[in-house]
């Protein structure tokens, strides 16, 4: 492959990525690292993002996926960013980062309970789509409390994905899709609320302004160059958040469910009106195409508890793998398979279905293992039932978007890291009953960035030029019927369970995987 190629830089929860792509939409080269968040002392449940070390890492990642291209900085035409959603980073009138967290630090709970008692909590929900567990409004009330000498030097504010354009360009900017995440949009005209960042506590004149994506906001610095290899004076365009723009990347359409699967599971569908729900279950997003918003269900951590388990209790696997020059999931995935549907028995509790009202998941467990076969419940169970526990949130997902729209779904579309076995394709095609579409490119979150960069460039002409061919799919699982039937049985069984189990957490005898402020 040969350039002009577009960069995806991709700030995801667990890891960071840079993704080469080709004018046609073909990866050409990446680089990725992981990477994680710390607690702050004396802060519970407060986690920061380190700038000094992300941005490191982001540069490292274009670094290699310069050379795994065979390219250099003048063979790019333009960057776009994607990252987490809800994570955000103030600056002082220096532009110097002053705090920044990811998006599941909720160190604020005393505020976020303090916006649910005083009945603002719903009047922001629905207006911006989210709750204020894991959104701005919280955490700035918190910097009010614990560090006003941060919220009083504040000079701007921005999303993650708007912190790599920063980086790139020194440029200050957001765009619908990221910004709409901070919980302080007005989703219908997809622009900061006249009213949230206020209530929130927010100084004036610190919000950024919003473009659509695509739109190129400022080139590549020289410093920025000399760190990444990039060009100085590459173009930069704005991207957006990693769910929409995976959806982007995938070819998506109006009312399609999609799992957009990485270190977290968005379980989403595409409306043409900002669909609020009524019980504050699910949230609501801008998507990055103007006129169209993103209904969607969070499956927490589904794709990190497989990473923590790989890290935990796979080094055997890891060896295999590394000795035959395959992911380390290929080899966990074999040993899963040669387990049938509901794992020997062997259930995992993990992610709960979102509540945004009250989230809080149970203390992450295995339960009921056969202590007379420890074969049956082994390593291999145990990832089974990882990829068991992410689907039944899926279907529990599916139906709650199926009865607030009044959809029926009759397939899926299964994109991002997930998507690229094939054990965890066909545990969703049997727990949900449907056929599981696998799309040509998988790391369609950092194809959605590339767009955005394509269309920055003048590549393409807008956004949707490349969907009929990103509707192309490479594989298709269907139901296996006598499996279907069994999860049946076992999806019911498993939400009863996991009801019970969250009910001892609660209890304080055990500690939950986590919980939003204010739940």
Known sequence: MSGPYLLAIDAGTGSCRAVLFTETGEQAGAGQR???????????????FDVVAGWQAIAACVRDALRAAGASGDDVAAVAATSMREGMVLYDAGGREIFACPNVDSRAFTEAEDLIREGA?????????????ITSP????????HRPDILAATASLGMLSDWIVYRLTGEHVTEPSCGSSSGMFSLASRRWSPSIPALSGLPAGVLPPVVDPGTVVGEVS??????TGLRPGTPV????????????G???QRDEYTVVAGTFWQNTVLLADPLIDPRIRLRTLCHVMPGEWMLEGIGFYCGMSMRWFRDAFCDAEVARARARGVDPYVVMEEIAAAVPAGSGGVIAILSNLMNAKRWAHASPSFLQFDLHDPAASGRGACVRAIEEAAAYVARAHRDIIAELTGLRFGELVFTGGAGRGRLWPQIMADVLGVPVHIPAVTESSALGAAICAGVGAGVYSDLLELRPGLRRRTATFEPDQAAAAAYDEQYAAWREIYKRMLEITDDGLLSPLWRAAGA
């Open 34 to 48: 992981e990477w994680t968040h710390h607690e702050p002392p004396g802060v519970p449940g407060g986690q920061d």
């Open 121 to 133: 909590a719903e009047k922001i929900y629905a207006e911006a789509g989210d709750w204020v567990s």
């Open 138 to 145: 919280a955490r700035l009330r918190w910097l009010a409390r």
């Open 222 to 227: 020289a410093a920025a160059a000399a760190l």
């Open 237 to 248: 365009a704005a991207g957006g958040g990693d769910t929409q723009l995976g959806l982007l």
């Open 250 to 252: 995938a070819g998506a």
